[in-house]
């Protein structure tokens, strides 16, 4: 399986539309910066079972899987146990996580603080400078906080420990729409299937132009080939730019 | 199952961040607005064992799925394909839509034009006032483009046929930590398990509270019931303000 990702949302507030779901968009920005492909994004409600579900869906689809939302000592917040579940793992007490609670709660941590130290048995706690919670991983499942301030700050170190990769991209700009140049791209995608040929139209005249053509692949060599054959095969005259 | 909407957003142009994706947030924000659930959201590639496999989990856990991408005449139009795949169905060419192509493109007509006919055997055309291309739908699937412009309309038409409900929410600021009040929502909800019961805490001093909690339900005699075994259980002088 090529290096892989997918990004799991756990939260009614963002089904409701209480809060503007940010750590989806900004994984999705992180990840296409290290070239590291998200398969999937899913949100979920605060739920057990929807949660194992998707992580069932996600781990089939991609290596790594990073949640965000649903670590916390209240009642809705599910996530370790649905992990564990998913992961067919007991819910245990890391004595590592226990100390850091009482740590930083002092005197006054209550019993419902030390459900932070809860994770599936085997669990992993990787260090954030500056952070006292550090990153709950197992079995190549992220747990992160939905706060974004930690979602972004847990990511950081979780992306310095995944691969990355190159991705190389040109977009050709066309004044033809997508029925007139669809028997291009057909024969270019089909000629050359492990290169990512997307067509995007647009119907706002303001864009000044009516199909965006995205060519996508690891090397360059393999993008300007596929360009080349598009230049070859799309109606004379139907490429506005190229960028 | 309680009325309930699961959104499925279709496009290797989201998950590569080539585009910010506008079209969940939209759905999100207009379901709450008109009180119908939303049951997850998932956004997948271009690829039809995806599609098809979201369109299974999507479908298990809501009663109407909204799909937005992959309509259109070119290779990475898969949609199509792959809700017919869900629901066995074959793919057909609907005479009417054969008609409305015909009618829109007019001598220059394609025959890749000809593949905005193709439908899952059975499915349905809404038409939309003032667009000449209407909302397919089939089996409580609804195949909406992902040209925003064009999904915004296309989801107008479906919403007004879909029913509403009323929501009712009460929201709790806090000055204490969740730690310190995840007693007092366990019992809550415990309680009343009916009310959703949601706490959300924030690190940002600006913000000028710790936790909000939020109380929800489509009757406010339940939620008013509710804000008062809270008011009751939380810890002396905890809420800085009910709105």
């Given at each position: 399986m090529t290096p892989s990702v997918a990004g799991l949302i756990i939260g009614n507030e963002v089904l409701t539309a209480k809060v503007v779901e940010a750590n989806g968009a900004h994984l999705t920005k992180r990840l296409r910066e290290r070239g590291?492909?998200?398969?999937?994004?899913?949100?979920?409600?605060?739920?057990?079972?929807?949660?194992?579900?998707?992580?069932?869906?996600?781990?089939?689809?991609?290596?790594w899987l990073i949640t965000s939302g649903g670590v916390g000592p209240t009642h809705d917040d599910v996530t370790v146990r649905a992990v564990a579940l998913a992961l067919g793992r007991k819910v245990v007490r890391l004595p590592r996580m226990e100390a850091l609670v009482k740590e930083h709660y002092g005197e006054s941590a209550t019993a419902?603080?030390?459900?932070?130290?809860?994770?599936?048995?085997?669990?992993?706690?990787?260090?954030?400078?500056?952070?006292?919670y550090p990153v709950l991983t197992c079995e190549r499942v992220f747990m992160l906080p939905g706060?974004?301030?930690?979602?972004?700050?847990?990511?950081?170190?979780?992306?310095?420990r995944l691969p990355t990769a190159k991705v190389e991209l040109t977009n050709l700009y066309l004044n033809a729409g997508e029925s007139e140049i669809a028997s291009?791209?057909?024969?270019?995608?089909?000629?050359?299937?492990?290169?990512?040929?997307?067509?995007?139209?647009?119907f706002d005249p303001a864009d000044g132009y009516r199909v965006k053509i995205t060519v996508e692949h690891a090397e360059r060599a393999k993008v300007s080939s596929a360009v080349e054959r598009l230049e070859a095969t799309l109606p004379a005259?139907?490429?506005?730019r190229r960028e």
């Open positions: 590291l492909p998200l398969r999937m994004l899913m949100t979920v409600p605060d739920e057990v079972d929807a949660i194992v579900e998707a992580i069932d869906v996600c781990r089939r689809r991609a290596q419902e603080a030390m459900r932070l130290a809860e994770a599936p048995q085997g669990a992993e706690l990787w260090d954030i400078p500056g952070h006292w706060v974004p301030m930690l979602f972004k700050a847990q990511l950081e170190i979780v992306l310095q291009a791209l057909d024969m270019v995608a089909l000629a050359m299937p492990d290169v990512a040929i997307g067509s995007y139209p647009t005259g139907s490429i506005l």
